[in-house]
């Protein structure tokens, strides 16, 4: 399976320690692959459910010694033993991966950050195991880095995400602030609508912040990759807000010119 995907950071890699890209690129390749298989294509959701199964089977198999079936697991093995990464990590991935082929509504916000703990933040703590800067602050503070980025790329998404059928806006706040699935169908941006976006884009950035001494204490460029990454997240939330909230016309997007502001912002932090 082979997809061109946008990514919204790809600055980030740039400042990623040399001798750890081997890791990242190999965690990469499998998560994409992974992610793939339960987005892309026409296929059954059965057959996706399958193919991630077989690929948290042969994490087991990783865990436990076993020689693996699939060459993306193989190649994660001599990374996951020489920086003694947790294989857990990557099979929550792939049971995030799992309920988007099954669940497509979010009754409230804890539902989703349930499923931001899972889909989101494990990237993050491999990422500390990887820096040898793994202590309960570090965790707390990159999951939530990482629940924020994910609910960022959720409310750039919307419409995108409306044609898989799926709505990630928890459907207690929709209720709340009088916002129906017919108003995202038609792409209604009224005050009901702007008023809900801006709860949410203020609920991310608060998340986003409340993690970013993070990349102070990571330091080195370790910490500046970190802050491009934080300050990606509030340069799109930023446009989120000065498009009135209508993603719909102006889906916010990180741009190669975008680096002198980023940098500029990173080295205010």
């Not at 987005?39 to 990783?62: C, H, I, K, P």
């Not at 009088?178 to 169908?185: G, K, L, M």
């Amino acid at each position: 399976m082979s997809v061109d995907h946008y990514e919204n950071f790809p600055v980030a890699s740039l400042l990623l320690p040399g001798r750890l890209r081997p890791a990242v690129q190999a965690i990469y390749a499998f998560a994409r692959y992974a992610d793939d298989i339960a987005d892309e294509g026409d296929y059954a959701s059965e057959w996706r459910l399958q193919q991630l199964q077989e690929l948290d089977e042969d994490l087991v198999r990783m865990q436990s010694g076993k020689p693996c079936k699939h060459p993306l697991v193989s190649a994660l093995v001599p990374h996951m033993l020489k920086h003694a990464l947790p294989a857990q990590a990557l099979r929550d991935l792939l049971s995030a991966f799992s309920q988007d082929v099954v669940k497509k509504r979010y009754h409230s916000f804890s539902e989703l950050s349930d499923y931001c703990a899972r889909s989101a933040n494990p990237v993050g703590r491999l990422m500390l195991h990887l820096y040898q800067h793994v202590n309960p602050l570090s965790l707390q503070q990159s999951d939530s880095i990482c629940s924020a980025l994910q609910l960022i790329n959720f409310w750039q998404d919307i419409a995108i995400d409306w044609n898989k059928e799926r709505i990630y806006l928890p459907l207690d706040d929709m209720r709340e602030f009088q916002v129906s699935e017919t108003d995202i169908q038609r792409m209604t941006v009224n005050k009901s609508w702007q008023a809900l976006m801006q709860f949410q884009t203020g609920r991310a950035r608060t998340m986003l912040l409340s993690g970013s001494p993070l990349c102070k204490a990571l330091g080195g460029r370790r910490g500046w990759e970190l802050r491009f990454v934080v300050q990606g997240g509030l340069l799109i939330l930023e446009r989120i807000e000065q498009a009135n909230y209508d993603i719909y016309q102006h889906r916010p997007v990180i741009k190669k010119s975008d680096f002198p502001v980023l940098a500029w912002r990173a080295l205010r932090m």
